[in-house]
């Protein structure tokens, strides 16, 4: 099972987390599995701090209903709740999800939060929409996150956002694998995704330093923010 001793990124940025090249051990690393295994340790896998341009973007909406995909351990999820979100935590991790309706319960967010065991890659909004949908750090193989978008877009209830944050394969992941450079993205690239209909308001890559072991790195977080239109 992978430990996380060295790499467990409880400061949220990831970059240690990938840094570790799972592909070369563990085939299925895209796979449920996988992040089953992960989510099945003693100790949590991220901090439990909610992501930064999450932070810097929905601060700036009108709290009302949310859906989170790839929420992992909820971090997420709990800050938007406890800014007065309702807020669907979707995962294909069964224990992940477990995990994050646990976090939710100790933070007393329960009541505003539920979840969702899906599969991103064949994320069908079934009816259900929300206000404001968004994903960090979900990384679909071969470039998979553009349709992805499409799908997450197609549950965004008229004037609601559409917020996409992932790594760009920059500089610091030289080392990882094919298959996971292929699977980050810069935000243009998620621009094709969007179905008519959604303005593009951020499509950029936004640098960001981490400290990991004393090393200052440097990444970007490829952020995607859209608003569908059609109501104020
Ligand atoms: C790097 S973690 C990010 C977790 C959380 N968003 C955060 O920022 O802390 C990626 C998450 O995506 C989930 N995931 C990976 N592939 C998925 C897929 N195809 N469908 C749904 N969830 C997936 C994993 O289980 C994991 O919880």
Redesign the pocket.
Known sequence: MHTHADDTPRT?D?ST??ATDHAATEPDF?E?AS??D??DGDDS???GNP?PQLVTEASKLKPGSAL??????G??VIWLAQQGWHVTG????AK?LARAAQHAKEAGVDDRTDWWQ????E?DAAGRSYDLVT??????PDGRMVDAVGRFASAVNPGGHLLVVGHSPAAHFTQLSESKRRAMFVAEELVAGLPDGFEVIVAEQRPRSVVRDGKTIDIDDSTLLARRTGAE
Do not use: K, T
Request: aromatic fraction near 18%; proline fraction near 0%.
């Open positions: 949220h990831h987390d990938d895209f449920v992040w089953d992960r989510y896998v991220w901090s992501n989170d995909v790839g929420c992992g351990e971090g997420d979707a995962d294909f991790s992940g899906v599969d991103a890659r994320f994903s960090h750090f979900l990384h679909l």
